[in-house]
């Protein structure tokens, strides 16, 4: 059982570059998002969608994009990446219905040099 | 804007004992509270789950609480473990409004028990 599926593990980017964390689920759940975790921050919510074709921001949205074609797949992209955005960033995916349990990908960790 | 809060920051205990770790949010409209546990250069797994309807929730040596409003809730570890050492967060999901079915995390608390 896949469950949350994130690639690629590690990256590392030059400023100004651009480029795609993918994520994907088989678990069939409506409700995706992105997080990144920075030391002393927390997690934090990037985008987040509601089903296919349905996408809205987060908490600290600025300097990425997503979209959602299909129930599975849910991209971040990085339009011109920054220092700033080094980061561990993290998939998760639930059910609609706000009760029920979020399961996260493993991460990816990304350096902006 | 709901806040996490979780005490201690860190923890460091023998193999054996029994610990309490705490997380408290400032909005008490939830929809549920979650914990989770990080192990290093991993992602989160979930332990336990509680509605807001709920007062708690048992999972093995694990027990949460919540007392939703007073804003609280309490992570305990029964005769705890090496390999419970492993950084413990704590989310609540949001029910208001524009920020509906959101997750806030808490900065988690980083527990190392030693034999």
């Known amino acids: 059982n896949a469950g949350v599926t994130q690639t690629p593990k590690f990256q590392v980017l030059k400023t100004g570059q651009s480029m795609t964390l993918q994520c994907a689920q088989d678990m069939n759940h409506e409700y995706m998002s992105w997080y990144r975790q920075d030391p002393g921050m927390g997690l934090r919510l990037i985008h987040y969608?509601?089903?296919?074709?349905?996408?809205d921001q987060g908490e600290v949205p600025n300097g990425y994009n997503v979209s959602r074609s299909t129930t599975e797949d849910f991209p971040l992209r990085l339009l011109s990446a920054a220092p700033s955005q080094t980061s561990v960033y993290f998939c998760a995916s639930s059910p609609m219905g706000t009760g029920n349990t979020i399961y996260f990908g493993e991460g990816s960790w990304l350096t902006v040099v | 804007k709901q806040e996490v809060t979780q005490i201690p920051a860190a923890l460091s205990v023998p193999e054996g004992e029994n610990l309490v770790l705490n997380c408290s949010f400032t909005d008490s409209a939830i929809y549920n509270l979650q914990w989770f546990r990080q192990d290093p250069g991993k992602g989160l797994t979930s332990l336990l789950l509680?509605?807001?309807?709920?007062r708690e929730q048992t999972s093995g040596r694990l027990n949460a609480s919540l007392d939703k409003s007073s804003g609280r809730s309490t992570l305990y570890i029964a005769a705890s473990q090496p390999g419970d050492s492993a950084t413990y967060l704590c989310a609540v999901r949001a029910d208001r409004g524009s920020t509906l079915g959101r997750l806030y995390f808490g900065r988690g608390t980083q527990l190392t028990v030693w034999p």
């Open positions: 509680i509605q807001s309807s709920q």
């Open positions: 969608s509601v089903g296919a074709g349905i996408t």
